[in-house]
């Protein structure tokens, strides 16, 4: 949504800032400040303020949210300069990536698996309240069960095409090595009544959906399967490649963004649609 509304400028023309790569501060930041606003606009409604008063409040707290964004990561130029085939062109940012860049969006899709703790069937999670651009496509996910999930991943990349998932990677990470693996512990202590799934990994919050990755190859080493990735968290002096087990990534990736051909069936009306709001992901129903 934000890509096709406003564009996207070059790196060389826009430099990222070094909060871009330590959002942290700037997240903490702004999350106290926006509900710190929304309980003074939420008691000012309840006290019968007039409706533009209320709205001329919002437009100022905004603009402070604005104006610690572009502190923290610039601001973007309406028109940026290319010198192209020996042309001088100026153009907006919107003008640059429907030129030269026009993603097919409309190919992909998020689809999701939480080790099917809600409806078992393939449906859609209309997620309300979560919309990032006004006048944006509306965030749909459809959920898949887990031999669906894994499948449109591995066909992916097979085919060569990188896969963003999100994950947990507070888990089973070796930092010196760049390893997500859960398979090199001795869980049988906390496993006497069965294996640890990730249905119930996800419905008692042992992990969640913390990070992303993209996945950009696999390989079979010794009966094993395991997945090369890169991850845009990077720490000093580290590489962003990461190796993953199939074990972690069946158990702790619960989304993943994946061309609609690889999907085994037709995305149709028969596919039911369910509205639910952004903390639903993260609860048991």
Not at 80 to 99: A, C, G, Q, V
Not at 228 to 244: C, E, H, M, T, W
Request: aromatic share 12%; charged share 25%; hydrophobic share 40%.
């Amino acid at each position: 949504n934000l890509i096709e509304k406003y564009g996207v400028i070059p790196y060389e023309i826009m430099e990222t800032s070094s909060s871009c790569k330590n959002t942290g501060e700037c997240n903490a930041c702004i999350s106290m400040i926006l509900k710190k606003n929304a309980s003074e606009l939420i008691t000012l409604v309840a006290e019968g303020t007039p409706i533009d008063i209320i709205r001329n409040k919002k437009e100022r707290m905004l603009q402070e949210v604005i104006e610690i964004l572009c502190s923290c990561f610039g601001i973007p130029p309406e028109r940026i300069s290319l010198n192209l085939f020996h042309e001088d062109l100026k153009i907006t940012p919107k003008e640059y990536y429907m030129r030269y860049i026009k993603f097919p969006f409309d190919e992909y899709i998020c689809i999701h698996n939480d080790g099917e703790i809600s409806t078992p069937e393939n449906s859609f999670n209309d997620i309300v309240l979560d919309g990032n651009v006004v006048g944006g496509e509306p965030y749909l996910i459809l959920r898949v069960k887990d031999n669906v999930f894994l499948e449109c991943i591995q066909k992916q990349i097979s085919n060569r095409i990188p896969c963003w998932i999100t994950c947990d990677t507070g888990k089973f990470y070796f930092h010196n090595i760049g390893v997500f693996d859960d398979s090199v512990f001795n869980l049988k202590q906390f496993e006497s009544s069965g294996k640890l799934s990730k249905k119930v990994i996800n419905q008692y919050g042992i992990a969640s959906m913390s990070h992303s990755l993209l996945l950009v190859d696999m390989a079979e080493i010794s009966g094993d399967r395991w997945w090369k990735a890169i991850d845009s968290g990077l720490f000093p002096n580290q590489s962003p490649v990461r190796y993953i087990s199939d074990s972690w990534l069946q158990k702790y990736t619960f989304q993943a963004v994946v061309r609609k051909e690889y999907l085994p069936f037709l995305l149709d009306d028969r596919i039911k649609k369910r509205t639910i709001f952004p903390w639903d992901l993260f609860i048991f129903k």
